[in-house]
């Protein structure tokens, strides 16, 4: 028999540092990363840039089926994201795609459309799943699901520095405003909502540098 490829889930509402965390441990593990969250906002722009209502589920579920997408990780750790032959790595980390992202992910046919797009990253030597519902429904059986939080503050400002050192113009209360509603949606949403797994270790990160929430991350894989 052979031995599963083991997932690292990471689950969280809007920034709570998953994608950082994830990216960290990855690199620490060797392993592949899949940023769940980039494909929803991908078939949001898509939908967009054709004209497509982002409520219109048929429509939309088509265009999650036959994503033209790509993900070109490059050795000094950065990364560019292709949508057909645009390089939509900028546009795709906007505050409005992400809005949009959270409206398509509320599609059960977007969400199915998706699943095995995501199963496809687990390979060897090991992979970090970083999403809403990565431990509670694409990879169930995950030796290692963390549940990553932090005070709605605390995210809102993290993601205000984020989106400042990518040089976007972007204000603290809109940005808290943006938040507790796509927390909303997510956690409201009735196919695949934002909750821990049963089985999830929560990991409150407020107050903890990147490098102690790593660290306590890889701690527990160490344990596994
Ligand atoms: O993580 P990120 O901010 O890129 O996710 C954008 C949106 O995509 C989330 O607000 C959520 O609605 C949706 N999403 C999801 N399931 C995932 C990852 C993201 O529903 N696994």
Request: proline share 4%; hydrophobic share 40%; charged share 30%.
């Amino acid at each position: 028999m052979t031995t599963p490829v083991p997932v690292i889930a990471i689950d969280g509402p809007s920034g709570s540092g998953k994608g950082t965390i994830a990216r960290r441990v990855a690199a620490a593990l060797g392993y592949h990363l899949l940023d769940s969250g980039a494909l929803y906002r991908l078939t949001a722009m898509a939908a967009a840039k054709r004209g497509v209502q982002l409520d219109d589920a048929e429509a939309v579920a088509k265009i999650a089926r036959c994503l033209d997408i790509r993900f070109d990780s490059h050795a000094d750790g950065s990364e560019r994201i292709w949508l057909a032959d645009e390089d939509v790595t900028h546009e795709v980390r906007k505050e409005s795609t992400g809005a949009g992202a959270s409206t398509v992910a509320a599609i059960p046919a977007v969400r199915e459309a998706l699943l095995e797009r995501q199963r496809a990253f687990q390979k060897a030597p090991g992979l970090v799943a970083d999403g809403r519902d990565m431990g509670t429904h694409v990879f169930t059986t995950a030796p290692l699901k963390v549940f990553l939080t932090a005070s709605a503050e605390e995210r809102a400002k993290r993601r205000y520095k984020q989106l400042k050192d990518k040089g976007m113009d972007v204000s603290l209360a809109a940005l808290s405003r943006d938040i507790e509603d796509r927390d909303r949606r997510d956690s409201e949403r009735s196919v695949a909502p934002l909750k821990p797994a049963t089985d999830a270790r929560m990991l409150d990160s407020s107050g903890l540098s990147i490098e102690a929430v790593t660290k306590t991350v890889l701690e527990w894989v160490a344990e596994l």
